[in-house]
T-cell receptor, first 115, second 114 residues
Framework: AQTVTQSQPEMSVQEAETVTLSCTYDTSESDYYLFWYKQPPSRQMILVIRQEAYKQQNATENRFSVNFQKAAKSFSLKISDSQLGDAAMYFCAYRSANTGNQFYFGTGTSLTVIP | NAGVTQTPKFQVLKTGQSMTLQCAQDMNHNSMYWYRQDPGMGLRLIYYSASEGTTDKGEVPNGYNVSRLNKREFSLRLESAAPSQTSVYFC?????????????FGNGTRLTVT
């Protein structure tokens, strides 16, 4: 099984500031997909952003962007202009392009946004 | 759009009781999954079904069985519940039509086994 590591169980950020959540993964493969999911207190799992390993350009979705470092096997999530609604658990996930169907999740980072 | 629908939302069982968690998706997705979420452990895959008629074990299949009833429905059964199965259970689905397609999740079932 692949290992996905989120080394920050908890993070906090001031409203309107920027925060970066870390994610590393262990793989010997070159072709894979990476995802960030948000889980607010409602428990719903919401896709935030995704990255294809073959793409050098970092993915961006509005205030959310990633720093994908393939050689370092690192996939961090940057949230700019943090809002109160960003408070949630954030999960990083990995899926192989070859062995395909399973998604492997990290243990999550709980983000608090301070007004 | 309903997306992925799980029932029930909450359930309390006594040790040894059985129950089935239901999941249905209306997105015409091929693949369906069952995960459990425990504090500090993220989401762990119990079983998945790549397509109608197939099922495969994930990381933590012991104590569970699944049925892919048709393309829409994928149920998870606990034959004899144990306190270690207290968890939040998520059903998810995914299309195989795009290689970068994400998982779409239901709203989860909180199960307590006493």
């Amino acid at each position: 099984a692949q290992t996905v590591t989120q080394s920050q169980p908890e993070m906090s950020v001031q409203e309107a500031e920027t925060v970066t959540l870390s994610c590393t993964y262990d793989t010997s493969e070159s072709d894979y997909y990476l995802f960030w999911y948000k889980q607010p207190p409602s428990r719903q799992m919401i896709l935030v952003i995704r990255q294809e390993a073959y793409k050098q350009q970092n993915a961006t979705e509005n205030r959310f962007s990633v720093n994908f470092q393939k050689a370092a096997k690192s996939f961090s999530l940057k949230i700019s202009d943090s809002q109160l609604g960003d408070a949630a658990m954030y999960f990083c996930a990995y899926r192989s392009a070859n062995t395909g169907n399973q998604f492997y999740f990290g243990t999550g980072t709980s983000l608090t946004v301070i007004p | 759009n309903a997306g992925v629908t799980q029932t029930p939302k909450f359930q309390v069982l006594k040790t040894g009781q059985s129950m089935t968690l239901q999941c249905a998706q209306d997105m015409n997705h091929n693949s369906m999954y069952w995960y459990r979420q425990d504090p500090g452990m993220g989401l762990r895959l119990i079983y998945y079904s790549a397509s109608e008629g197939t099922t495969d074990k994930g990381e933590v299949p012991n104590g569970y069985n699944v049925s892919r009833l048709n393309k829409r429905e994928f149920s998870l059964r606990l034959e004899s519940a144990a306190p270690s199965q207290t968890s939040v259970y998520f059903c998810a689905s995914r299309t195989q039509g795009a290689p970068n397609s994400p998982l779409h999740f239901g709203n989860g079932t909180r199960l307590t086994v006493t």
